[in-house]
């Protein structure tokens, strides 16, 4: 899954190993983040922590699970 974030011309992908890789579309500059926010590594040192979590959190339980 890919989001773009809407303020700040991010690219939020989830990735394989659970990480989520964010490009800064402007600065062309990538960073990956674990699923709560902190950096872990690349050029990109901070990005939105809600979007990250969005995208790399926890899925959700479906309806009929609850």
Do not use: C
């Not at 600065?27 to 990956?32: C, F, P, T």
């Amino acid at each position: 899954m890919q989001v773009r974030h809407p303020l700040y011309n991010q690219l939020f992908e989830q990735q394989p190993d659970g990480l989520v890789r964010v490009e800064d579309l402007d600065q062309r500059k990538v960073g990956y983040f674990d699923r709560h926010g902190r950096h872990v590594r690349g050029e990109l040192t901070w990005a939105d922590p809600q979007l990250i979590d969005w995208v790399g959190g926890r899925p959700l339980p479906l309806a009929h699970e609850s």
